[in-house]
């Protein structure tokens, strides 16, 4: 018996007892009384801390046991070209990044910790800010093939890397099974991730520094952000419904509601930061610049809600720190967050 119920026979009980008791007997019904509400918090104040037994991922918030919070992060680079689509294991991930690549599309670069993916994929190539942004959390890096310059940035960092194109067979495979065309058909899991990390001596423990986060869910005094749409070229766009019920925001890719591949859940953001970056073409392959050292806007989205924030990183190896308009570090909710980098001045509809 629980709850209501319970307080309710209680009420009549006493109503009863007191009509027909003596006065030492009320005392004793009081008693009683006061026994059974403090039981009835304390069994409260248990389920609560079972609620968040485990440690806070640096990453995303969420509860998890101390052992997977402790262990080095993996970050890895997914093909978001349409040939690929859609993704396996994504909505596992606890923070993602989506980036312009050579026009017209987007890839990103998914970060894992507390969870641990069956199927992961499809696995493309790095990018020098890809990179840059990397370092900030110390990963075991999953890729297949990159940039000139992205594959002399990884040798000179020492990145703990993974590379497809001079791994076996057993690390990152073609996916025989999802039907899709090489190069966009290279998949991996997060056993066989975590297995070659162990035989490449690789650090089991990352050194870095996560985001701060609300101990509970905290609502935005901002402006009103309940659909958010992010139009990077006229046939490539982003956009998160907010579902006030969940308190998450559902994502579209190109009017497609995204979803993952291996399982079919929905891919959903508790968090959105839009960081502007000024972006250029370098080369005649189309590779871009994009300059995430430095400091630029942003803005940060939650719970239907949104602020201007303004981001700073100092160093390619230093965080990026994002502040509000007062100058303080945000706090983000517990939860998945994606991060839209875009050109500065960006087609951005909020509403």
Request: hydrophobic fraction near 30%.
């Given at each position: 018996m629980k709850g209501g119920t319970?307080?309710?026979l209680?009420?009549?009980l006493?109503v009863?007892?007191l009509?027909s008791c003596k006065?030492?007997?009320?005392?004793?019904i009081e008693?009683?009384i006061?026994?059974?509400?403090d039981?009835q918090?304390?069994?409260?104040?248990?389920?609560?801390?079972?609620?968040?037994e485990?440690?806070?991922?640096?990453?995303s918030g969420?509860?998890a046991?101390?052992?997977k919070?402790?262990r080095?992060?993996?970050?890895?680079?997914?093909?978001n070209h349409?040939?690929a689509?859609?993704q396996?294991?994504?909505?596992?991930a606890e923070v993602?990044y989506?980036f312009?690549?050579e026009?017209?599309?987007?890839?990103?670069?998914?970060?894992f910790?507390?969870n641990?993916?069956?199927?992961?994929?499809?696995i493309?190539s790095s990018?020098?800010?890809?990179v840059s942004?990397?370092?900030e959390?110390?990963?075991?890096?999953?890729r297949?093939?990159?940039?000139?310059?992205?594959?002399r940035?990884?040798?000179?960092?020492?990145i703990a890397?993974?590379?497809?194109?001079?791994?076996?067979?057993?690390?990152?495979w073609?996916n025989k099974?999802?039907?899709?065309?090489?190069?966009?058909?290279?998949?991996?899991?997060m056993?066989a991730?975590?297995?070659?990390?162990?035989?490449?001596?690789y650090?089991?423990?990352?050194?870095?520094?996560g985001?701060k986060?609300n101990e509970?869910?905290?609502n935005?005094i901002?402006?009103a952000?309940?659909k958010?749409?992010i139009?990077?070229f006229k046939?490539n766009?982003?956009?998160?419904r907010?579902?006030?019920?969940?308190k998450v925001?559902y994502r579209?890719k190109?009017?497609?509601?995204?979803v993952?591949?291996?399982?079919?859940v929905?891919i959903v953001?508790?968090?959105?930061?839009?960081?502007e970056?000024k972006?250029r073409?370098?080369?005649?392959?189309?590779?871009?610049?994009?300059?995430i050292?430095g400091e630029g806007?942003g803005?940060?989205?939650?719970?239907g809600?949104?602020?201007?924030i303004k981001?700073?990183?100092?160093t390619?190896?230093g965080?990026?720190?994002?502040?509000?308009?007062t100058?303080?570090?945000i706090?983000?909710?517990?939860?998945?967050?994606?991060?839209?980098?875009?050109?500065?001045?960006?087609?951005?509809?909020?509403e």
């Open positions: 319970k307080y309710f209680l009420t009549i006493i009863i007892l009509t006065k030492e007997d009320v005392k004793d008693d009683e006061i026994q059974e509400e039981e918090i304390e069994e409260v104040i248990v389920e609560e801390k079972n609620e968040k485990g440690e806070p991922s640096p990453l969420i509860y046991p101390e052992e919070v402790s080095r992060p993996v970050a890895v680079m997914y093909d349409p040939s689509r859609w396996a294991g994504l909505s596992k993602i989506e312009m690549v026009a017209p599309y987007t890839r990103y670069m998914a970060l910790l507390i641990d993916p069956e199927s992961i994929g499809p493309r990018r020098p800010y890809f942004t990397l370092l959390y110390d990963p075991v890096y999953v297949v093939g990159g940039s000139p310059e992205a594959k940035d990884i040798k000179n960092y020492k890397d993974i590379d497809g194109l001079s791994s076996s067979n057993r690390v990152l073609k099974k999802v039907g899709k065309k090489a190069p966009h058909n290279t998949y991996t899991s056993e991730i975590r297995k070659t990390q162990l035989e490449r001596g650090r089991e423990t990352g050194n870095y520094e985001f986060f509970e869910d905290v935005l901002g402006f952000a309940e958010v749409q139009n990077y046939n766009t982003t956009l998160y907010y579902n006030p019920d969940e925001y579209e190109d009017g497609k509601p995204h993952d591949e291996w399982d079919n929905p953001a508790k968090n959105i930061i839009i960081q970056a972006t073409v370098i080369d005649n392959e189309g590779r871009l610049s994009i300059d050292v806007k803005k940060y989205i939650t719970n809600k949104g602020m201007d981001w700073v990183k100092k390619r190896e965080k990026t720190y994002f502040y509000d308009v100058g303080n570090e706090i983000l909710n517990p939860g998945v967050t994606w991060i839209q980098v875009v050109d500065v001045n960006p087609d951005l509809i909020i």
